[in-house]
């Protein structure tokens, strides 16, 4: 659940399909309903994500993709404004009027009312948090945003902005070595918040060892399930409220994350797999 939304257990996030410089656009668009039509029915997307040429462009690949399914409500989708892209930089820009800037912008760009889930994409070290913070309070109280969350954040940053007005969402990546990411995930989801795990498969980084593991290939054997379908399963028993948001740039690896949603773990198997990712994590 996001909120009160049913939304697909893994969601599908587009970054990757702006960046990839082999894909062109109808490409790209024809993705985006793969990953609708393998299941994922939450889909994130951010100012960020745009070419050097074209300020919002993932948005209005998502919106020429998918404009329908969002506008009828059957496909839910998450953006994310204070981050831009500049060239080849991607400088953070979190006054509040910079922020209001960026919805409007993203508004356009998806064809929308409203936008379901809007984040401050990341902390800008010149502007306090709570002003930021402020800034998506305002625009969900003048109905241009239905939910407003925080991305890349502390606990401690979680806990400002909580101060300000009430956060429905988290969008941070689980970084296993970090005891205040183990933090985060925690709090948020004892208290029930939607922990939108981004870069899922990025909790491995030796790939080799993890899928050579006797333990994971057993598995995988098991549940015909690839080393990285177990690792969106793994991350998916860690909390109740965890959302991974996955991405992918091929028909094939779309259609794998999704169907690792039905994966079910043991309690036992998820402990032992959790070793091993640990393992390789390092
Ligand atoms: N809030 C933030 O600051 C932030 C930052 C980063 C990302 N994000 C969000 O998170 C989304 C996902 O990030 P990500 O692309 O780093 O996610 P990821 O799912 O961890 O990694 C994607 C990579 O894994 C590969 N892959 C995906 N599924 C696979 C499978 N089933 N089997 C084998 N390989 C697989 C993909 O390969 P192929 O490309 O070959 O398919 C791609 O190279 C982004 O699109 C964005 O929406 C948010």
């Not at 074209?54 to 059957?74: C, F, K, P, Y």
């Not at 064809?111 to 800034?135: C, F, M, N, Q, R």
């Not at 091929?250 to 091993?276: F, H, M, P, Y």
Request: charged content about 25%; hydrophobic content about 45%.
């Amino acid at each position: 659940m996001l909120g009160d939304l049913s939304v697909s257990s893994i969601a599908f996030g587009g970054a990757g399909l702006t960046f990839a410089e082999h894909l062109d656009d109808a490409r790209r668009e024809e993705l985006l309903r793969v990953a609708v039509d393998a299941g994922f029915t939450l889909i994130d997307t951010a100012l960020a994500y745009s070419t050097a040429d074209e300020r919002h462009h993932n948005e209005r690949l998502v919106a020429r993709a998918l404009g329908s399914s969002i506008r009828d409500g059957s496909v839910t989708v998450i953006s994310k404004g204070g981050h831009y892209r500049d060239g080849d930089r991607f400088p953070v820009d979190g006054r509040p009027e910079a922020i209001a800037a960026d919805c409007r912008g993203s508004l356009e760009a998806l064809g929308v009312d409203a936008i379901d889930l809007y984040l401050l994409h990341k902390t800008d070290p010149e502007v306090p948090l709570e002003e930021s913070v402020g800034a998506l309070a305002a625009l969900r109280e003048q109905g241009l945003v239905k939910r407003v969350g925080v991305s890349n954040v502390s606990r401690d940053e979680l806990r400002r902005a909580q101060s300000v007005t009430v956060i429905d969402a988290v969008e941070n990546r689980l970084d296993l070595s970090r005891h205040d990411s183990w933090a985060v995930l925690s709090y948020v989801t004892k208290i029930g918040m939607p922990y939108l795990a981004y870069s899922p498969l990025s909790v491995v980084s030796d790939w080799s060892r993890f899928a050579a593991n006797e333990f994971v290939r057993t598995l995988a054997t098991e549940r015909g399930a690839s080393p990285q379908q177990l690792v969106l399963a793994w991350l998916l028993v860690q909390g109740a409220t965890v959302i991974p948001i996955t991405g992918a740039t091929r028909e094939e690896t779309i259609r794998l994350s999704a169907a690792a949603s039905e994966i079910q773990l043991t309690a036992e198997q998820a402990v032992l797999l959790g070793d091993e990712i640990r393992a390789s994590a390092a």
